[in-house]
């Protein structure tokens, strides 16, 4: 099946520093993108939908200039947590659609732990 | 998007036959069902989707009665591999947003 990529798969960082967090489609293009957010023995919450060329759509509470989508690419979305604290640290998923398989709904990426010290 | 109400948590054994329920009763005439796996640490995993009767595929089934307003994922012979949490969702056709529920936590046991 159709396969999404992150990277990093973890990652540590200080208060107040930046991390980008890659989604990749490995094998389709996908004009639209999601990234979701998971806390510990938590559901994952949707955070904002990524498109492609055009300026993401961020869920109510989630913060747009905190949590920055670029979408450069029909194969690549960005998600940069910007002066990032520690209740910012989570698991954070980003799912895509492939547009080629008809019912067969999103893949999900595997995931990148984010820990801010 | 309808919402959906899933157990908790689930307990079985090894090589059990496994029925997760999960109930949707705002379910709209164009609503697909989903059911995706999580593992600790991974991405969700997709199951399967349906949307009236019965779907079968090579890891699972999935029962959908005439109105719709349940459904109820089957997991044949359960191994300790299955311990993960399962959630149920339900939205239209082609729909691109995922508000996943609580899931339902399976916990199988030797």
């Known amino acids: 099946g159709a396969v999404v990529s992150q990277h990093p798969s973890r990652v540590i960082c200080k208060s107040g520093t930046s991390v980008k967090i890659e989604c990749r489609s490995l094998d389709f293009q996908a004009t639209t993108m999601f990234w979701y957010r998971q806390f510990p023995k938590q559901s994952l919450m949707l955070m904002a939908t990524s498109n492609e060329g055009s300026k993401a759509t961020y869920e109510q509470g989630v913060e747009k200039d905190k949590f920055l989508i670029n979408h450069a690419s029909l194969t690549l979305s960005t998600l940069t947590v910007t002066s990032a604290h520690p209740e910012d640290s989570s698991f954070y998923i980003c799912?895509?659609?492939?547009?080629?398989?008809?019912?067969?709904?999103?893949?999900f990426g595997p995931g990148t732990r984010l820990l801010v010290l | 998007l309808a919402k959906t109400t899933q157990p908790i948590s689930m307990d079985s054994y090894e090589g059990q036959e496994v029925n997760i329920t999960c109930s949707h009763n705002n379910i709209a005439t164009n609503d697909y069902i989903t059911w995706y796996q999580q593992f600790p640490s991974q991405g969700p995993r997709f199951i399967i989707q349906?949307?009236?009767t019965k779907v079968t595929n090579e890891v699972a089934s999935l029962f959908i009665p005439a109105d719709r307003k349940s459904s109820t994922l089957s997991l044949p012979r359960v191994s300790l591999s299955d311990t993960a949490v399962y959630y149920c969702l339900v939205g239209p056709y082609n729909f691109n947003k995922f508000y996943f529920g609580s899931g339902t936590k399976l916990n199988v046991k030797p």
């Open positions: 349906g949307y009236k």
């Open positions: 799912s895509a659609r492939d547009p080629r398989q008809g019912k067969e709904t999103q893949y």
